[in-house]
């Protein structure tokens, strides 16, 4: 599943919608990535509307789920993305892949630790809001986490 933002895909239509096209999920992250906490309520729903309708115009995909930045939300922020017929999805796992002195095997490491079914892994497909380069790092790191999921025989796909 892609949580995508609004602004990067205003840059990127193309690349989003060859994301749905190969079949992945597609979700919206907001227009921009922004702490919620400091957001008025009003400020939320704009974000909110103008991210899912960039994306969804991008992708020509319905949106149903959503995650804030940062992986917070305000009360505002989950009032915002429920009224809008948004599910919220956060994560239990995450391979800290923004990080400048990562690597790799780090960040498999992390994702994959103690790992079971039905577990949310939580990786960057860019470098827009972290460490320069950090998302060769996750592509890497990737290659790792699919093998032990693999081995594992650990993945799921969430229902729409």
């Known amino acids: 599943m892609f949580f995508m933002i609004g602004e990067q895909v205003e840059r990127r239509p193309?690349?989003?919608?060859?994301?749905?096209?190969q079949g992945h999920l597609v979700a919206v992250h907001g227009y921009r990535h922004r702490l919620e906490v400091r957001l008025s309520a009003r400020e939320l729903l704009l974000d909110l509307e103008r991210g899912r309708a960039t994306i969804?115009?991008?992708?020509?995909?319905?949106?149903?789920?959503?995650?804030?930045?940062?992986?917070?939300y305000?009360?505002?922020?989950?009032?915002?993305?429920?009224?809008?017929?948004?599910?919220p999805l956060l994560w239990s796992r995450w391979g800290k892949d923004w990080r400048k002195f990562t690597t790799p095997k780090r960040i498999a490491s992390r994702?994959?630790?103690?790992?079971?079914?039905g577990d949310v892994i939580l990786l960057h497909d860019a470098d827009f809001y972290s460490a320069r380069d950090s998302h060769k790092?996750?592509?890497?790191?990737?290659?790792?986490?699919?093998?032990?999921?693999?081995m594992r025989e650990i993945g799921t796909v969430l229902p729409v």
């Not at 969804?56 to 917070?72: C, I």
């Not at 790092?137 to 693999?150: G, N, S």
């Open 137 to 150: 790092r996750t592509a890497e790191a990737l290659e790792i986490i699919v093998a032990e999921l693999k």
């Open 56 to 72: 969804e115009d991008a992708t020509g995909a319905t949106l149903h789920w959503h995650r804030p930045s940062y992986g917070v």
């Open 111 to 117: 994702a994959t630790r103690s790992l079971k079914v």
């Open 74 to 87: 305000s009360p505002a922020g989950l009032r915002a993305a429920t009224s809008a017929g948004l599910r």
């Open 14 to 21: 193309e690349l989003a919608a060859e994301v749905a096209s």
